[in-house]
């Protein structure tokens, strides 16, 4: 067997539209993909769902991945003939240790790429509303790492040329050493007075930013519990930024959204809501096999025939292939509950009924074809399950890496069966703590129903919205304050 190929990838500094499109390309392509703690684990998603995920961060009662155990696999899953990413938070090269992955995949002559990205040196400033350089403040910028091997984790550096040449300086995870960096660059010459910004989860809407001096700027961190992962940018380049950031001030910032799936498709209004400032995991991913249709009678010899969902249309014309029929011998009056399998018809060139399901009457000489819930709720004589959808187990990791950072503030069910499929998971991963995790969070239900759906379930429900993205993000709006 071949060996693979190992990608290098920066996976940016946090947003998940802040991947490059080649890292985004290698995610989708990857066979195994390993990971940091400062990866956004929505990015995930974008990999194939039969992709092995490997979480290199600390998990609860465990011990960290060490770095040679990570190269190993890595070279280990690459002669099996896979494609390995190996997933690193900002730029692989600017902290990230990419050389000593490098020299080990040259040591075992495995093929490897590096693939740059965008570092939170730069980016999260940027989502502060500051440049790193600005003609009238900055000529010259610097990264450097916060902490060292050294037995106190001081940054051991030459203070007087930094302090007195350089404009502005990046630090790393330098909240811990705080104190340390500021007395050291005012010792060596930095005036107390010059402006000091610090960016806590830069460009995650969780984002927070507080700025100072050299001279108060611990004060200030210490106040508003400013913790790692953080960037503390010192110069009077802070000053060109704004009072509040474009970021910060977005209407959904704060706002970790979990919209819940039911079906095999995404939505498509996370787009919205991410623009205006949200994080959103839309989820669980759903796999969908169409089943033979045991029970339609091949001379078709029905009045009607009733189609619940798009994917049931599909499973009725993949019947009619096996059969070597076509859709001039179908001679049924076809009937849609749903405007999607509407649609879908009509992506075939047919123009059927469409009543709801509300509309829609039992009669003898009718076949349905739905959804499992649908044919039990209907109870009909004559009906087939028209597909089966079952969650993918990599989605799930998804959202146990969600739980784990306890990223997701809020909540949003579509329907009636996404409250039932969230309240399952959220039991079988809880395990009898469900009722106080479901108690912190911000409950969104699409129309009365799915409320009602909810309080049954005992939930708390902030409020109901219409069955748009704009409607759920103006009833957020409305009901809620940013959470900061």
């Not at 089943?291 to 049931?312: G, M, N, R």
């Not at 209907?378 to 028209?386: A, L, Q, T």
């Amino acid at each position: 067997m071949a060996d693979g190929k190992v990608f290098l990838v920066g996976a940016g500094p946090g947003n998940e539209g802040l991947i490059t499109v080649r890292g985004a390309e290698c995610i989708r392509k990857a066979d195994v993909i390993f990971y940091d703690r400062l990866v956004n684990p929505l990015l995930l998603e974008q990999a194939p769902i039969e992709a092995e995920r490997i979480y290199c961060g600390k998990l609860p009662q465990k011990h960290i991945l060490r770095q040679e155990v990570i190269q190993k696999m890595m070279v280990e899953k690459s002669r099996e003939g896979k494609r390995v990413v190996r997933l690193k938070g900002g730029d692989p090269g600017v902290f990230g240790r990419v050389g000593e992955e490098a020299a080990v995949m040259e040591e075992n002559s495995i093929e490897y790429e590096i693939v740059p990205g965008i570092t939170s040196g730069i980016a999260a400033p940027l989502y502060a509303g500051v440049p790193v350089t600005h003609r009238d403040y900055s000529g010259s910028f610097a990264a450097i790492t916060a902490h060292t091997k050294k037995e106190t984790g001081e940054p051991d550096l030459n203070w007087e040329p930094l302090a007195k040449s350089i404009d502005t300086v990046a630090f790393y995870m330098g909240v811990k050493n705080l104190p340390f960096i500021t007395k050291r660059l005012i010792e060596a010459g930095k005036p107390p007075e010059t402006a000091v910004m610090v960016v806590e989860w830069g460009t995650y809407s969780k984002q927070r930013t507080v700025k100072g001096s050299l001279a108060d700027i611990n004060d200030v961190v210490q106040a508003h519990a400013i913790e790692n992962p953080s960037i503390t940018l010192v110069g009077n380049v802070v000053k060109a930024g704004p009072a509040s950031t474009w970021f910060e001030g977005l209407p959904l910032f704060g706002r970790y959204m979990w919209h819940v799936r039911t079906t095999s498709g995404a939505s498509g209004w996370s787009s919205e809501w991410k623009s205006q400032g949200a994080e959103v995991y839309e989820g669980p991913v759903w796999q969908e096999t169409l089943p033979e249709l045991i029970h339609l009678q091949k001379d078709l010899s029905y009045d009607e025939i009733v189609f619940e969902t798009a994917i049931d249309v599909e499973a009725f014309m993949a019947q009619l292939k096996n059969w070597r029929l076509d859709l001039r011998q179908v001679d049924c009056h076809l009937v849609t509950v749903t405007r999607r399998a509407e649609e879908k018809w009509k992506a075939y060139g047919v123009f059927p009924e469409y009543r709801s399901k509300e509309e829609w009457k039992h009669a003898e000489a009718v076949h349905v074809i739905g959804s499992e819930e649908w044919i039990k709720e209907i109870n009909h004589s004559s009906s087939d399950i028209g597909h089966v959808l079952s969650s993918v187990s990599s989605s799930d990791h998804t959202l146990e890496r969600l739980l784990a950072d306890n990223a997701i503030n809020t909540v949003i069910f579509p329907c009636r069966k996404a409250v039932t499929v969230a309240v399952e998971k959220i039991n079988s991963l809880y395990n009898g703590e469900a009722e106080l995790w479901w108690s912190q969070k911000t409950i969104v239900c699409v129309g009365e129903g799915t409320k009602e759906q909810a309080e049954g379930y005992g939930l708390r429900v902030d409020t109901i919205a219409g069955a748009s993205s704009e409607a759920v993000s103006t009833s957020i709006q409305k009901c809620f304050s940013p959470i900061l």
